[in-house]
T-cell receptor, first 114, second 115 residues
Framework: GNSVTQMEGPVTLSEEAFLTINCTYTATGYPSLFWYVQYPGEGLQLLLKATKADDKGSNKGFEATYRKETTSFHLEKGSVQVSDSAVYFCALSAPTGANSKLTFGKGITLSVRP | DGGITQSPKYLFRKEGQNVTLSCEQNLNHDAMYWYRQDPGQGLRLIYYSQIVNDFQKGDIAEGYSVSREKKESFPLTVTSAQKNPTAFYLC??????????????FGPGTRLTVL
């Protein structure tokens, strides 16, 4: 079946540090890949997505590239801010189309200190 | 503004009582989903519905029930058969249109505590 594996957390960084959060996946066919963010006490918000190999999703300074050869979708940001403190979920959607369902990783908590 | 609303934000119930969580969307989305979130476990799918009057079990449906009588509403009932109901419950919806059809949009969640 489909699965998503995220690196273990939590992660604590100083403001302006570089961020990488690893995500690898297992899926049949060609899934779409997503990063969702959850701020404390809230629901999930879509951060970025990529729908085919070599696509790069980007939003709010975050980037992730769909790497089919390594089945990865690592999240990066060049300079984190305190306001980026949240839980980050990697997810895939497969099969695509009318019956697509999301499979989530376990999430990783990011804390950014001033 | 279009969006998904879940009510209430916090819910307390005594053990053995059934409780219904509300989820309403005005995005005109066909598909709706219920997830359960526990610390360190990510999100697990409880039930989903692709169209009105139709729904399917997800990965952890035991002890839960749903209905989909209207396109905009997908209430979830947590029954007394659910062994560990205390959790954060998230509702989502999806547009089956061509461009965004794989994206799910989430509500703010309901935190259920069973005493």
């Amino acid at each position: 079946g489909n699965s998503v594996t995220q690196m273990e957390g939590p992660v604590t960084l100083s403001e302006e540090a570089f961020l990488t959060i690893n995500c690898t996946y297992t899926a049949t066919g060609y899934p779409s890949l997503f990063w969702y963010v959850q701020y404390p006490g809230e629901g999930l918000q879509l951060l970025l997505k990529a729908t085919k190999a070599d696509d790069k999703g980007s939003n709010k300074g975050f980037e992730a590239t769909y790497r089919k050869e390594t089945t990865s979708f690592h999240l990066e940001k060049g300079s984190v801010q305190v306001s980026d403190s949240a839980v980050y979920f990697c997810a895939l959607s497969a099969p695509t189309g009318a019956n697509s369902k999301l499979t989530f990783g376990k999430g990783i908590t990011l804390s950014v200190r001033p | 503004d279009g969006g998904i609303t879940q009510s209430p934000k916090y819910l307390f119930r005594k053990e053995g009582q059934n409780v219904t969580l509300s989820c309403e969307q005005n995005l005109n989305h066909d598909a709706m989903y219920w997830y359960r979130q526990d610390p360190g476990q990510g999100l697990r799918l409880i039930y989903y519905s692709q169209i009105v009057n139709d729904f399917q079990k997800g990965d952890i449906a035991e002890g839960y029930s749903v209905s989909r009588e209207k396109k905009e509403s997908f209430p979830l009932t947590v029954t007394s058969a659910q062994k560990n109901p205390t959790a954060f419950y998230l509702c989502a919806s999806r547009d089956r249109g061509r461009v965004t059809r794989n994206e799910q949009f989430f509500g703010p969640g309901t935190r259920l505590t069973v005493l």
